[in-house]
């Protein structure tokens, strides 16, 4: 991807520590060609839920049997297993396929909660992945649209003001935007 001047995205479902490398990668491809990789031109995709309340968004997110993100990585569980392709969801390859439960995959793919809890789990989650240019809010259907719509409007107004004052290093290409899209 960068040999070929693309812009990178790396996506929802794959933990943090993976997407990591998307950049290692792309960086190399843009050295190889004697260009500069800037990271503002990566995309994060993260599957975000935010609610007024910390109870509404474990809910909505997490344990209710009809919860769209849920059922979202159940069908891809199912799916890339099938494929051969499961082990996206591994911390290690030799981890074993037992271990990956609804909860151990929602619990490292799912960014829910209160605005304080998301805020922190975004930051947390760029430690770990690095800088980039946009965080891209994949947005489940909406089974809810009032907590659907209100998870947009808070990560819109709260959150991602939130995390770029806390980047607060002063350069575009540290502080991400944000964008939804439907998943």
């Known amino acids: 991807m960068g040999e070929r001047d693309f812009h990178p ?11 990591k490398t998307h950049w290692v990668n792309y960086a190399e491809g843009k050295r190889n060609v004697g260009k500069v990789a800037d990271p503002s031109d990566w995309r994060v995709a993260r599957t975000v839920f935010v609610a007024d309340d910390d109870k509404t968004a474990t809910a909505y997110a997490r344990t209710d049997p009809k919860s769209p993100y849920r059922f979202y990585y159940q069908q891809l569980l199912h799916k890339l297993k099938k494929g051969g392709r499961h082990v996206v969801f591994k911390e290690r390859m030799e981890q074993p396929d ?12 799912v960014i829910h909660g209160s605005v304080d809890s998301v805020v922190d789990q975004i930051l947390a989650m760029r430690e770990t992945v690095g800088d980039f240019g946009e965080l891209v809010y994949a947005n489940m259907d909406w089974v ?27 350069s575009a290409a540290s502080t991400p935007k944000t964008t939804s899209t439907p998943t």
């Open 98 to 109: 037992e271990e990956l439960t609804m909860d151990y995959i929602m619990d490292r793919l």
């Open 144 to 170: 809810d649209p009032t907590l659907a719509k209100r998870s947009v409007q808070l990560m819109a107004e709260q959150v991602m003001p939130r995390v770029n004052g806390a980047i607060s290093s002063g």
């Open 9 to 19: 995205m790396s996506a929802n479902f794959l933990l943090p520590k993976w997407a």
